[in-house]
């Protein structure tokens, strides 16, 4: 049984078609996804949508109330928080909704992967500065092993992203890797 799971995280389509810095990402995660499922490894797929009617949006949060003020490209509904359709799910593969950065904020994926009893998740997605690092500190919080994929993982600001990658990351505790060498080792 893998203990491993492959974790895909706001790679939906507004995302990777509005923001240039999302779609490079798609060409390494078009490499890793296949390799994963070969493997046995579970993909879980998150995705960040709010409420159109903004009753999930603090007054006081003024990033989230930003996010939704941005027309129908991050309200649950829209198309626009699927899946990205170059890497869309296979059937059955889980598929998390998520309303904040972190990818266990609320959401049901700490069950699903302590029902497979996965105890390791590898990290892709975007942004780099917010659905990765709060994900890898909330999922580091509960005890899993994190591995990041560098290159499977994208922020606006590329020295945010180098930052925390060959700083942040390794020195919290997180094996970071290219897609290659990841890949190369399943």
């Not at 994963?36 to 709010?50: C, D, E, N």
């Not at 930003?66 to 699927?82: K, Q």
Request: aromatic share 6%.
């Amino acid at each position: 049984m893998n203990t491993t799971a492959l974790i895909v995280g706001d790679l939906q389509a507004g995302i990777v078609d509005n923001y240039p810095f999302a779609a490079g990402v798609l060409p390494v995660m078009e490499k890793v996804l296949p390799a994963a499922r070969a493997s046995g490894i579970p993909v879980i797929f998150i995705r960040f949508g709010l409420r159109a009617s903004a009753l999930d949006v603090a007054a006081g949060n003024q990033l989230i109330r930003g996010l939704h003020g941005v027309g129908t490209l991050f309200h649950e509904d829209s198309p626009e928080t699927l899946v990205h359709p170059r890497i869309e799910p296979l059937p059955g593969e889980a598929v998390v909704l998520k309303r904040r950065a972190s990818a266990f904020a609320a959401t049901d994926l700490d069950r699903l992967l302590r029902a497979q009893r996965i105890d390791s998740i590898v990290l892709t997605g975007v942004a780099t500065g917010a659905m990765v690092a709060a994900t890898l500190y909330d999922a580091a919080d509960r005890d899993y092993h994190v591995t990041v994929l560098s290159d499977a993982c994208a922020d606006g600001e590329s020295d945010v992203h180098d930052f925390l990658i060959n700083r942040v990351f390794p020195a919290r505790g997180a094996d970071v890797l290219t897609g290659h060498e990841w890949t190369a080792r399943l």
